[in-house]
Structure formats: structure tokens, C-alpha cells
């Protein structure tokens, strides 16, 4: 069936870091993915999102491109803030429902 | 627009007992989902409607859920005779027809005791 792997979290980073959370995926067909936000006491969000391959989806500064031959959607920014601190959560979308990774924890310290 | 909403927010309640949430989704959405969550991982998928359609149902939904949408408006998750295991947060979702993007309410939060 369809998976989501994220990578083991959490990840801890000082203001205007890089930052990478790696996403891959095991699916039949070409799905869509996703990356959404969890802020916290807060739903989830919509980050961004890529349809096919080699589509790069962006919001927010945050970016991530659709790799069908490493079947990968890893979610980077060039500098985060204190406010980026969240849960971040990495999913495709297969025949009408998403399949969602195990989040990763992002903290930014000042 | 509103987004979605779910009621109540948070529900504890007593091993045993029945306990229902609402959802209302986006007003022009025709899909509508229903996911749990548990602490540290991903929301899981449990049921969707397309109009008051239910067209899937995961092995996670026991005999002891039913969802309901009868009128393709708003939604209800029924858990009869609750169990600890049951400690959730549940999160609805919906979307329109063709388009994968789903968004999301802020769940309710399930305790049983």
C-alpha cells in the first residue's frame, strides 16, 4: 500500500538556518504531494503542494520539488524564523484520501 | 468562506459510553473526510463522502464508528460504547471534487476515561 517515510525529528535549528526535512514515498500511479503545517493549538495546514514530476511547489519561502526517480518531496527553506516552529507533515494523495508521514518537529531558536 | 469547522473541540467522556462530532465543511466542497490522529504521528484516514455518498471506509473503522452525511452538507462520527484505545484527535476534512487539496478543521480531542 501507500506509504510516507519523513526523517526521524526532531530537528532543532537557530534563526536564518538552512533548513531540509527529507520526505519519501512508496505509491502506485503518480500521486500528488503535499507538505502541511501544524502550528501549535493550531489545525492543519496547507503548505505547499506538486502534482508531477519535477513540479516544485512553493509558499512562504518554504519550497519542495517532485522527484519521481528518487520518489522523494523534501521540504527546504533558506533561512527559517522562530515562527516557522511546527510540526510539519509530508503527504500524497491517492485515489481521493491522503497518506501522511509521522511529522517532524521543527524548533527555531533566536 | 469560514473553512471548516468541528464541534465540539475537546469531549471526555467515560469508557462505555456514546459520544458524536460534527463537522461543517467548506460550503462549496463536495468531499468530505474524516481522519484520527494520535500523539506523535500522522493523521490516519478513516472515511470519505462525496455528497452524502460514502464511497470508502478504512479497516481502522470498527464496527463501533459510523459517519453519516445526509443531507452532503455537514458530517457526523458516531463511536458507541467508547474504549480508552478510541483517545483521539479526530480531524475532519473536505475538498472539491477533482482536486486533492484537502483542508482541514482543528479536530476534536477525544479523552475516554
Known amino acids: 500500500g501507500d506509504s510516507v517515510t519523513q526523517m526521524e525529528g526532531p530537528v532543532t535549528l537557530s534563526e536564518e538556518a538552512f533548513l531540509t526535512i527529507n520526505c519519501t514515498y512508496t505509491?502506485?500511479?503518480?500521486?500528488?504531494l503535499f507538505w502541511y503545517v501544524q502550528y501549535p493549538g493550531e489545525g492543519l495546514q496547507l503548505l505547499l503542494k506538486?502534482?508531477?514530476?519535477?513540479d516544485k511547489g512553493s509558499n512562504k519561502g518554504f519550497e519542495a520539488t517532485y522527484r519521481k526517480e528518487t520518489t522523494s518531496f523534501h521540504l527546504e527553506k533558506g533561512s527559517v524564523q522562530v515562527s516557522d516552529s511546527a510540526v510539519y507533515f509530508c503527504?500524497?494523495?491517492?485515489?481521493?484520501?491522503?497518506?501522511f508521514g509521522q511529522g517532524t518537529i521543527l524548533t527555531v531558536h533566536p | 468562506d469560514t473553512g471548516v469547522s468541528q464541534n465540539p473541540r475537546h469531549k471526555i467522556t467515560k469508557r462505555g459510553q456514546n459520544v458524536t462530532f460534527r463537522c461543517d465543511p467548506i460550503?462549496?466542497?463536495?468531499?468530505l473526510y474524516w481522519y484520527r490522529q494520535t500523539l506523535g504521528q500522522g493523521p490516519e484516514f478513516l472515511t470519505y463522502?462525496?455528497?452524502?455518498?460514502?464511497?470508502?471506509k478504512s479497516r481502522l473503522l470498527s464496527d463501533r464508528f459510523s459517519a453519516e452525511r445526509p443531507k452532503g452538507s455537514f458530517s457526523t462520527l458516531e463511536i458507541q460504547r467508547t474504549e480508552q484505545g478510541d483517545s483521539a484527535m479526530y480531524l475532519c476534512?473536505?475538498?472539491?471534487?477533482?482536486?486533492?487539496?484537502?483542508?482541514f478543521g482543528p479536530g476534536t480531542r477525544l479523552t475516554v476515561t
Open positions: 476534512a473536505s475538498s472539491l471534487e477533482g482536486k486533492d487539496e484537502q483542508y
Open positions: 505509491a502506485t500511479g503518480y500521486p500528488s
Open positions: 506538486a502534482t508531477k514530476a519535477d
Open positions: 503527504a500524497l494523495a491517492s485515489y481521493g484520501k491522503l497518506t
Open positions: 460550503s462549496e466542497h463536495n468531499r
Open positions: 463522502f462525496q455528497n452524502e455518498a460514502q464511497l470508502e
